[in-house]
């Protein structure tokens, strides 16, 4: 009976303390003061505004920009584009690299330097672009020699829309001074036939090679065009990555022939823009042009036409060769309006926007194979023959994975000095070093 009386002493004093404590715990509740949930984040204001830097600042260039803007801004009529046109592919890179450093990158640009916009891509500085690409069709439409371009795609996301692309292995010619001479193009198919074609066209009193390396990138043509003449496109992949220096025979070839044509080329070539020495063939004071296939479209910008003035051929024993490069649109990953930057990659992207691009720019070549022909023109047409014809797609110096942009650069800087000088030893020696320093002994 003690026991039971205990038992119940204790059951009765778990309940008031139960009871206090359940009291004690309702008026804290209602007197402390109460925590609002926090509010659903708003969903940001759309951008009204996209600042894009390009570089298409004259001529047909500049038409095309024209065109893909006013489309843009008719598809998004409550975004205004802000442009920055910089002067050049160049002077994108530094000014680019200024940007990101203090942390203001534009909406939107376009790089033809894909090695260095795959650095950035490599440093997190770019947003992938996987829904846009989709969106376009990208992996149904896009030219399959062009896939594998590098800066396209890293760790299996997209990181840039491509644009348009050059030829760049042909050789742009004025018809009338070939008349004059007596030289028929479909003639040239060794390089051997083309030094003396120059040796001809000098005697007459021409200029055999228009030449303009006030900026350094114009060099890399005729360069490209030795080193796969003397080794093909092995030897020029591994010179350009850092697996073979200036001292393997084929690049020492390859400096050789280049440096034979500095007495068929302008002397003053290194004062003269690349637009500056086009002036040599429209006044017929030059007879060839190596240089990207746009150069057509610049001059015919400066009254030279397609088929009557000017023509293209491919050079001269690199047939099987169809050298290329590569513009690419890409949004910053710290830009101000990403939104409006890849509303612009959606537009710029589109058979649209090209078709209208490669009305003025005649004498370029689409990435996708889906833009209607109905409405490309002759220099066009002509490029896409050379390229139905090509064995081997070779990415241009700065398009090539593995390789860095300080020796691009640098390659071109030795270039003009070999040029000037005729120094092929000095040359390899410098280009020995510019490895070292870039790659490494």
């Known amino acids: 009976m003690k026991r039971e009386i205990v038992g119940q002493g204790a059951a009765a004093l778990l309940a008031a303390v139960l009871i206090t404590a359940i009291v004690a715990g309702a008026a804290v509740y209602f007197l402390m003061p109460k925590v609002e949930e926090e509010p659903e984040e708003p969903e940001p204001t759309p951008s009204t505004e996209v600042l894009v830097y390009h570089y298409y600042t004259a001529g047909d260039e500049k038409v095309a920009m024209d065109a893909v803007i006013a489309l843009f801004e008719e598809t998004y009529p409550d975004i205004t584009v802000i442009e920055n046109p910089v002067a050049s592919s160049e002077a994108m890179v530094s000014i680019l690299e200024t940007l990101f450093y203090a942390g203001k990158p534009p909406d939107v640009f376009i790089s033809a330097d894909l090695c260095r916009t795959a650095d950035w891509v490599r440093a997190g500085l770019i947003l992938p672009v996987d829904n846009v690409w989709a969106e376009l069709g990208l992996d149904e439409a896009l030219n399959p020699a062009l896939a594998g371009m590098f800066a396209l795609t890293y760790e299996d996301n997209h990181y840039g829309i491509p644009e348009l692309t050059g030829y760049e292995s042909g050789i742009i010619y004025n018809m009338h001074i070939f008349e004059d001479v007596g030289i028929d193009p479909a003639d040239l198919t060794t390089v051997d036939a083309l030094m003396d074609a120059c040796a001809e066209i000098k005697e007459a009193g021409y200029i055999p090679f228009a030449m303009g390396s006030k900026w ?31 001292e393997d025979s084929v690049i020492r070839q390859a400096l050789e022939f280049f440096a034979s044509t500095a007495e068929y080329t302008n002397s003053d070539h290194a004062a003269l823009t690349w ?23 610049m001059l015919a910008a400066k009254g030279f036409e397609w088929g009557t003035d000017m023509g293209i051929f491919g050079f001269p024993g690199i047939g099987d060769y169809f050298v290329m490069d590569g513009n690419l649109w890409s949004v910053p990953r710290f830009c101000e309006h990403p939104d409006a930057g ?30 209607p022909a109905a409405g490309l023109g002759p220099m066009t047409t002509d490029i896409l023959e050379i390229q139905a014809d090509a064995t081997y797609f070779v990415p241009s110096p700065q398009c090539i994975g593995g390789t860095d942009t300080a020796f691009v650069n640098g390659v071109q800087d030795i270039l003009q000095a070999l040029l000037i000088d005729e120094d092929v030893d000095a040359a390899v020696a410098s280009l020995v070093d510019l490895h070292d320093l870039v790659f490494g002994e």
Not at 235 to 245: C, N, P, Q
Not at 283 to 289: K, Q, S
Not at 347 to 363: I, N
Request: glycine fraction near 10%; aromatic fraction near 12%.
């Open 216 to 246: 350094l990138w114009t060099l890399k043509f005729p360069f490209v065009d030795a080193v796969l003449l003397k080794g093909g496109v092995d030897k020029y992949e591994a010179f350009y990555t850092g697996k073979i220096t200036a």
């Open 275 to 297: 637009d500056e020495a086009g002036d040599l063939i429209v006044t017929n004071e030059a007879a060839m042009y190596v240089h990207g296939s746009w150069a057509g479209g």
């Open 342 to 371: 890849l509303k612009f990659l959606e537009v710029a992207g589109s058979v649209e926007a090209l078709s209208l691009e490669l009305v003025p720019r005649d004498s370029t070549i689409a990435w996708r194979t889906d833009i």
